[in-house]
């Protein structure tokens, strides 16, 4: 959960690009790899990375390129990070402190998150490219999902 949660931390909610959505993604699918009992936890889980999937698949069809590239591209990252963390051994011998630090993670990116679709949600500004109303729509979706792993996370 450690790399999973440095992901997130790493995300850059300022400049967000579809590739962070796949990272994030990738983060969330880590975690979800490491609960084997069905829960509200895991529904979570799956909604949130569906939904954060669909929006930058979405994204990136707008800006005309390949989604694909964009999911192999973000693997690649997250595969890079969760090597450095492999070899820097950074675990939480506690479990209860790795669900804190997992959940504190996760509270802050969906805040940012969410303050991202809400700046995003108004009139286009003609100089930024940012992304659509049904990858909007996704990033919502997605947010509402962290809601519920949060509060899986609490109990």
């Given at each position: 959960?450690?790399?999973?949660?440095?992901?997130?931390?790493?995300?850059?909610?300022?400049?967000?690009?579809?590739?962070?959505?796949?990272?994030?993604?990738?983060?969330?699918?880590?975690?979800?790899?490491?609960?084997?009992?069905?829960?509200?936890?895991?529904?979570?889980?799956?909604?949130?990375?569906?939904?954060?999937?669909r929006a930058a698949g979405s994204w990136y069809t707008?800006?005309?390129?390949?989604?694909?590239?964009?999911?192999?591209?973000?693997?690649?990252?997250?595969?890079?990070?969760?090597?450095?963390?492999?070899?820097?051994?950074?675990?939480?011998?506690?479990?209860?402190?790795?669900?804190?630090?997992?959940?504190?993670?996760?509270?802050?990116?969906?805040?940012?998150?969410?303050?991202?679709?809400?700046?995003?949600?108004?009139?286009?500004?003609?100089?930024?490219?940012?992304?659509?109303?049904?990858?909007?729509?996704?990033?919502?979706?997605?947010?509402?999902?962290?809601?519920?792993?949060?509060?899986?996370?609490?109990?």
């Open positions: 959960m450690a790399a999973a949660a440095a992901v997130m931390m790493t995300v850059p909610w300022s400049s967000l690009v579809p590739v962070d959505l796949h990272s994030f993604a990738f983060a969330l699918r880590l975690v979800r790899n490491t609960v084997t009992v069905a829960s509200p936890l895991t529904d979570g889980l799956d909604v949130a990375h569906d939904a954060l999937e707008q800006l005309d390129r390949h989604p694909d590239a964009a999911a192999m591209e973000a693997r690649g990252a997250f595969d890079e990070l969760c090597d450095v963390l492999s070899l820097s051994d950074c675990t939480c011998a506690d479990a209860a402190l790795d669900r804190r630090v997992l959940r504190a993670a996760v509270s802050d990116a969906a805040g940012a998150l969410m303050e991202f679709v809400a700046v995003r949600s108004g009139p286009p500004v003609p100089w930024e490219v940012g992304p659509d109303a049904v990858t909007l729509g996704h990033l919502m979706v997605a947010g509402s999902a962290l809601s519920t792993v949060i509060a899986a996370l609490d109990e």
